[in-house]
């Protein structure tokens, strides 16, 4: 499966995007799905994940209560409701994808597909 991030963009302190993640060359709806940021200088860190039925979805604790992740199988559409933005979530946002069951939604290792990354930057 081929993923396509896009809806980055440059938002002020406070403000609010939405990421969108096409899923191509598969049916999106056998895989669990991700959004995974790096921010500059740092290493990748799981963002969110939501199962293949669109239920459970699990946030870090840096962006719950603030970001929503949500799905829809139908249009092979993963999205990332972003709220409440501040400085400290500036990094390039990917979505990723696995069909493995083995791996914890944070374990950034069960992760087999990746998308190309948007960039988000909340000025201050």
């Known amino acids: 499966v081929q993923l396509q991030a896009s809806g980055g963009g440059l938002v002020q302190d406070g403000g609010s995007l939405r990421l969108a993640c096409r899923a191509s060359?598969?049916?999106?709806?056998?895989?669990?799905m991700a959004w995974v940021r790096q921010a500059p200088g740092k290493d990748r860190e799981f963002v969110a994940a939501?199962?293949?039925?669109?239920?459970?979805?699990s946030y870090a604790d840096a962006v719950k209560g603030r970001f929503t992740i949500s799905r829809d199988n139908a249009k092979n559409m993963v999205y990332l409701q972003m709220n409440s933005l501040q400085h400290d979530d500036t990094a390039i946002y990917f979505c990723?994808?696995?069909?493995?069951?083995?791996?914890?939604?944070?374990?950034?290792?069960?992760?087999?597909?990746w998308g190309q990354g948007t960039l988000v930057t909340v000025s201050s």
């Open positions: 990723a994808a696995t069909n493995s069951i083995h791996f914890a939604d944070h374990d950034l290792r069960g992760y087999s597909y």
């Open positions: 939501i199962r293949r039925s669109g239920s459970a979805p």
């Open positions: 060359g598969g049916t999106l709806s056998v895989y669990k």
